[in-house]
């Protein structure tokens, strides 16, 4: 499929709405995935980390 400007490839022939909407979804799902195993480990760490000062100050 060819563009005659970038305007027209960023309106995708009228589909703009369900295409970036699309890829905007998948970004958000993408970065989710990443994002949460990231801070539920950083929150288990923390957590082992109390645990651990409070075990060693009994």
Request: hydrophobic fraction near 50%; charged fraction near 20%; include cysteine.
């Amino acid at each position: 499929m060819s563009f005659a400007s970038f305007a027209d490839f960023l309106s995708m022939g009228k589909h703009a709405v369900f295409v970036w909407t699309a890829y905007g979804v998948c970004l958000a799902v993408l970065v989710i995935n990443v994002a949460s195993p990231l801070l539920s480990r950083r929150r288990y760490l923390q957590q082992e980390a109390r645990r651990l000062r409070r075990e060693s100050n009994k």
